[in-house]
């Protein structure tokens, strides 16, 4: 097996076709890696010294990449606890948006307390890798989701449990505490 060497051309692969193209094809998927790893860290750069405004009207638009596109890739560059592993994770935008989604939804989870969202993603971050299956991503996102969906769920009735019983317990008096009067639905109506 020949290994990679800078300004290596076609005189030094092997006569071999499907071992050349085996080489060229292992040479590109690696540059394509790294690729992907440098484009991710130039948008963090980016986004670290011109703002996420600046690099969605101007730099997208010149890159001529869409709205949608630069926005995923931008919630990956956004996590940095991500882009601190990026190395060690699979290199695929469809692995790694999933990933970025976690955290958002761990911050979620967590009511806004980054460092605890934070130290429970860096704990899942930590057991995935490079050969991680993206539908394995996925399906712990899904999970996740199911968990977020279900906690808006129980705060909503909650919320709603909790109008309920204050119309309840002040329905009954005619003037609160701060000496101003309720007004009935019976007597609006007249």
Request: hydrophobic share 35%; proline share 3%; with cysteine.
């Amino acid at each position: 097996s020949v290994s990679k060497s800078a300004g290596r051309g076609r005189s030094n692969l092997p006569p071999d076709k499907v071992q050349r193209h085996l080489i060229q094809i292992r040479d590109a998927y690696a540059d394509y890696n790294k690729s992907a790893l440098a484009f991710v860290r130039a948008l963090a750069d980016a986004r670290a010294e011109l703002g996420k405004e600046t690099l969605d009207k101007e730099i997208a638009a010149k890159l001529g990449i869409s709205k949608a596109t630069m926005s995923r890739h931008m919630t990956v560059a956004a996590c940095a606890p991500l882009v601190e592993r990026l190395p060690k994770l699979p290199k695929a935008m469809c692995a790694l948006y999933p990933l970025a989604r976690m955290r958002e939804i761990q911050v979620k989870l967590h009511e806004g307390d980054e460092a605890k969202a934070d130290d429970r993603f860096v704990t899942l971050l930590e057991s995935y890798n490079a050969k991680t299956k993206t539908a394995d991503i996925e399906k712990e996102l899904k999970k996740l989701e199911v968990r977020l969906s279900n906690k808006e769920r129980a705060h909503q009735q909650t919320m709603k449990t909790d109008r309920r019983n204050l119309v309840l317990k002040t329905s009954g008096r005619e003037i609160s505490s701060d000496e101003t009067r309720f007004i009935g639905w019976n007597e609006l109506a007249h």
